[in-house]
């Protein structure tokens, strides 16, 4: 699996050109491509937490998010889950993902992609995969 730092943003998905650096309009053309997932399984908790964010083309990102646990022990069974969702004004800058919740005060998030071994993309931000979803 090659990792391709923000360069790839994988506007052209079949296009074997090396890695180069994109526009931040390219970048934002890309995120808004798709809607994002991110699973995670922590089996030392018995727990699973889903997320899944949808860049529009308006700036604002809508994350709706999921955890579910399990737990099986002499004390008993215990299972639980919660959903949640929240939204954020976005913008890409100098290559970096800003996110804001009140359109004034910007956090920076540092992005990556490369391809998995299927050739699919996988979008990286602050270290979390994400891959693209329905």
């Known amino acids: 699996m090659r990792r391709l730092a923000l360069a790839i ?65 002499p004390g008993g069974t215990y299972s639980g889950g919660s959903q949640g969702a929240e939204q954020y004004y976005w913008r890409v800058q100098n290559a970096m993902l800003l996110l804001s919740q009140d359109g004034v005060n910007w956090q920076p998030y540092k992005l990556d992609a490369y391809r998995n071994s299927s050739g699919y993309p996988i979008l990286v931000v602050d270290g979390d995969e994400y891959s693209m979803c329905n």
């Open 9 to 73: 943003v994988l506007l052209t998905l079949g296009d074997p050109l090396p890695a180069r650096a994109y526009t931040d309009a390219e970048i934002s053309q890309f995120l808004t491509s798709s809607p994002w997932c991110h699973f995670r399984y922590s089996s030392a908790g018995g727990s699973t937490t889903t997320r899944r964010g949808q860049f529009g083309g308006n700036g604002v990102l809508t994350v709706r998010s999921g955890r579910e646990v399990y737990s099986s022990g």
